[in-house]
């Protein structure tokens, strides 16, 4: 059986009965059927009574809170340029590993372009290559230069030009290279007095982070990436480091000076 509603022939009989409900009929028949919003499409029920709803994606990607390409080279410049940044990957030999050993060493031009980068094959029997620090592996030292053989190329690299890096006195003297290189044309960025934090140094990662706004050493290190960040950490501060040097240069010059007229003995004059 057929249910009553508008239209029907329960509707028609009704009406004959009642004229108000032949009214109410002829009325209803102007309006649009009532939709569930099931039946509406996508497009449909994206509207609402504050107007089309704006499609936002599932997940908001995060903003990138580094550059990479604030390390790449600016210049297609591969020469020996007046300042120089090293940085050197160490592993580690002795009975226990716990001694470090050059590993890696890379030099790069104040442009960010590599100038030299060899692996380094230590003297001593590698025990812990370090590789979740220093990113070298076995295979990495099996066609490595002879100590000796690096040791005379980055000496010869380095002389006369201003060396820029992090912690450069492990880099030079402590374990790695035993090389000195004067003061005067050293640019350390852990000892750099405005880059202290209640004097004590800082990691080059967050000097990194704090001044050229890049994330580095995140996992592995990378000496290219390291010295890049050290060399461009220098140049961003290379006015004002300059002239600290050149003043410290003077007193320095001034206080030797002082020193020397006073360790001279007096002179008795000469009786007539």
Same mark, same amino acid.
């Given at each position: 059986?057929?249910?009553?509603?508008?239209?029907?022939?329960?509707?028609?009989?009704?009406?004959?009965?009642?004229?108000?409900?032949?009214?109410?009929?002829?009325?209803?028949?102007?309006?649009?059927?009532?939709?569930?919003?099931? $039946?509406?499409?996508?497009?449909?029920?994206?509207?609402?009574?504050?107007?089309?709803?704006?499609?936002?994606?599932?997940?908001?990607?995060?903003?990138?809170?580094?550059?990479?390409?604030?390390?790449?080279?600016?210049?297609?410049?591969?020469?020996?340029?007046?300042?120089?940044?090293?940085?050197?990957?160490?592993?580690?030999?002795?009975?226990?590993?716990?001694?470090?050993?050059?590993?890696?060493?890379?030099?790069?031009?104040?442009?960010?372009?590599?100038?030299?980068?060899?692996?380094?094959?230590?003297? &001593? @029997?590698?025990?812990?290559?370090?590789?979740?620090?220093?990113?070298?592996?076995?295979?990495?030292?099996?066609?490595?230069?002879?100590?000796?053989?690096?040791?005379?190329?980055?000496?010869?690299?380095?002389?006369?030009?201003?060396?820029?890096?992090?912690?450069?006195?492990?880099?030079?003297?402590?374990?790695?290279?035993?090389?000195?290189?004067?003061?005067?044309?050293?640019?350390?960025?852990?000892?750099?007095?405005?880059?202290?934090?209640?004097?004590?140094?800082?990691?080059?990662? &967050?000097?990194?982070?704090?001044?050229?706004?890049?994330?580095?050493?995140?996992?592995?290190?990378? $000496?290219?990436?390291?010295?890049?960040?050290?060399?461009?950490? @220098?140049?961003?501060?290379?006015?004002?480091?300059?002239?600290?040097?050149?003043?410290?240069?003077?007193?320095?010059?001034?206080?030797?000076?002082?020193?020397?007229?006073? $360790?001279?003995?007096?002179?008795?004059?000469?009786? $007539?």
């Amino acid at each position: 059986m057929a249910k009553e509603g508008y239209g029907t022939t329960g509707d028609k009989a009704a009406a004959a009965r009642n004229p108000n409900w032949a009214s109410l009929l002829e009325k209803l028949k102007g309006r649009k059927p009532l939709v569930s919003s099931a $039946s509406l499409d996508n497009e449909t029920r994206a509207t609402s009574a504050l107007g089309k709803r704006k499609e936002r994606p599932d997940t908001v990607p995060a903003a990138p809170l580094s550059n990479p390409s604030i390390l790449a080279p600016t210049s297609e410049d591969f020469s020996l340029t007046e300042a120089l940044a090293m940085d050197c990957e160490m592993v580690g030999v002795s009975f226990q590993g716990n001694k470090s050993a050059l590993g890696r060493v890379t030099l790069v031009n104040t442009w960010g372009n590599v100038v030299y980068d060899e692996y380094v094959r230590p003297i &001593d @029997y590698v025990v812990d290559f370090r590789t979740k620090i220093s990113g070298i592996r076995p295979r990495n030292l099996k066609k490595a230069k002879e100590f000796s053989t690096v040791q005379k190329s980055v000496a010869e690299a380095i002389k006369g030009r201003i060396l820029v890096g992090h912690a450069l006195h492990n880099d030079l003297k402590v374990v790695v290279l035993l090389l000195s290189h004067p003061r005067k044309d050293t640019r350390d960025t852990a000892e750099y007095q405005p880059f202290l934090r209640e004097g004590r140094r800082r990691a080059l990662r &967050d000097l990194a982070a704090e001044i050229l706004g890049v994330k580095i050493q995140q996992k592995e290190h990378c $000496s290219i990436e390291d010295a890049r960040a050290a060399m461009f950490i @220098y140049k961003k501060h290379k006015k004002e480091w300059e002239k600290s040097i050149m003043k410290q240069f003077r007193i320095n010059k001034k206080h030797k000076n002082k020193h020397r007229k006073k $360790s001279m003995p007096e002179q008795t004059p000469k009786a $007539s």
